[in-house]
C-alpha cells in the first residue's frame, strides 16, 4: 500500500495511491531535484563570475582613490583577482562535468540528449578561442601555475580632446613567453596565442566570451530537457493540489511518499520527501539567469557625461 503524506503547520494528510502513482510521483521527484541541481550550479557559476568581475572594478576604484597605496594594492589586488578566477575556472568544470550526469539521470543514459550535450561542448571549444584558452588555463592553473601573469594598472584619455575624461582600469593579463617556460600548457592553444604577436593577453574579453559559451550550453540543456522537466513538475504540482482540495486554509510544507510492505500499513518502506517550495526555487533560479546576454559586447562603467553634469 502506498500513501502520500502531506504536512501543514496544523497537522498532516493522508491520502492512499495506487503503487504506479506512487513510483511516477518517486520518478517525477528525481528528474526535478536533479533539475533544480543543475540550476544550482549554474547559479554558483554565474555568481562566482560575477564576484570576479566585481573584485576586478573594486581593484580599479581602490586604486583611482588611493593611489598612494599602489605597491599594496598591486600584490592584494592580483592575489584577490586570481582567488576569484580561480574560483570561476574550477565552478566552470565542476558544471560542464556534472551537467553530463544529471542530464543522465534527467533523461537517461541511453537519450539523444545527452550526445546532442557532448557535441555541443566539442562545438563549443573548436568554434570559439576564448573557450580553448580558458578551458586550458583551468588544467594550467591546477596543475603548474597561476591562472594570470600579470596586473596592469592604467589611466589613460578617453580621448584626445582637451578636458577629456580619464579612464581607470585594472587589467590581469596573461604572458605567452611565462606560459611557455611553465610547460603543460597545449601547444595548439599556446600556438594561437603566439599568432596573437603580443606577449601580454588582456584576459578580460577572453573570460566572458568563455562564459557567453558556457552560457549558450546551459541554454541548449534547458530547451532539450524542457519536456522532460515541465511533465515531472506538472504531476508534482497534481500531488500537492489533492492535499490543497483538501485541506483549503493550509498551507501544504512538505509532500512524503511512503511504501507500506504490508496491508496493516507497519514496516513502511520511506520514499522521499519533498518540499514545494524546491519548485518556486527552481523557478526563481531560471529567472535570475535568463542566460541570454553577451557579456562580449556589454560593460559596466560609472563614466559621466560631463557635458550634463
Known amino acids: 500500500m502506498c500513501h502520500l503524506y502531506g504536512f501543514f503547520s496544523s497537522g498532516q494528510d493522508t491520502i492512499k495511491v495506487e503503487k504506479d502513482k506512487y513510483e511516477d510521483l518517486l520518478l517525477s521527484r528525481g528528474i526535478f531535484l536533479e533539475t533544480l541541481f543543475l540550476e544550482e550550479k549554474f547559479d554558483i557559476l554565474m555568481e562566482n563570475y560575477y564576484d570576479l568581475e566585481k573584485e576586478i572594478l573594486t581593484s580599479s576604484l581602490r586604486y583611482l582613490i588611493f593611489y598612494g597605496n599602489l605597491q599594496n594594492q598591486m600584490h592584494d589586488s592580483r592575489l584577490s583577482i586570481t582567488r576569484s578566477l580561480i574560483n570561476l575556472l574550477t565552478t566552470c568544470r565542476l558544471f560542464l562535468d556534472q551537467s553530463n550526469h544529471h542530464i543522465n539521470l534527467i533523461a537517461g543514459a541511453k537519450s539523444k540528449i545527452k550526445e546532442e550535450y557532448q557535441n555541443l561542448k566539442t562545438h563549443e571549444y573548436e ?36 578636458g577629456s575624461l580619464v579612464v581607470t582600469s585594472v587589467i590581469p593579463k596573461l604572458s605567452v613567453k611565462r606560459l611557455t617556460g611553465e610547460g603543460g600548457f597545449k601547444q595548439k592553444v ?53 492535499f490543497s482540495n483538501e485541506n483549503p486554509d493550509c498551507e501544504l510544507g512538505t509532500l512524503s511518499l511512503i511504501e507500506f510492505k504490508n496491508p496493516s500499513n507497519t514496516n513502511p518502506k520511506y520514499g522521499d520527501h519533498f518540499s514545494y517550495n524546491s519548485i518556486k526555487r527552481y523557478k526563481e533560479l531560471r529567472n535570475k539567469n535568463l542566460a541570454n546576454k553577451s557579456l562580449v559586447s556589454q560593460f559596466v562603467s560609472s563614466q559621466i557625461d560631463l557635458n550634463s553634469a
Open 127 to 162: 568554434s570559439n578561442f576564448s573557450y580553448r584558452i580558458l578551458e586550458e588555463l583551468r588544467n594550467h592553473a591546477q596543475h603548474k601555475g597561476y591562472p594570470f601573469h600579470i596586473i596592469t594598472f592604467s589611466t589613460k584619455l578617453v580621448d584626445p580632446e582637451p
Open 190 to 242: 599556446l600556438d594561437e596565442l603566439s599568432a596573437l604577436g603580443n606577449d601580454d593577453i588582456d584576459l578580460r574579453p577572453h573570460i566572458r566570451s568563455y562564459i557567453d559559451s558556457l552560457q549558450h550550453i546551459h541554454n541548449k540543456i534547458r530547451k532539450s530537457t524542457e519536456d522532460i522537466v515541465t511533465s515531472s513538475i506538472n504531476k508534482l504540482d497534481m500531488a500537492y493540489k489533492l
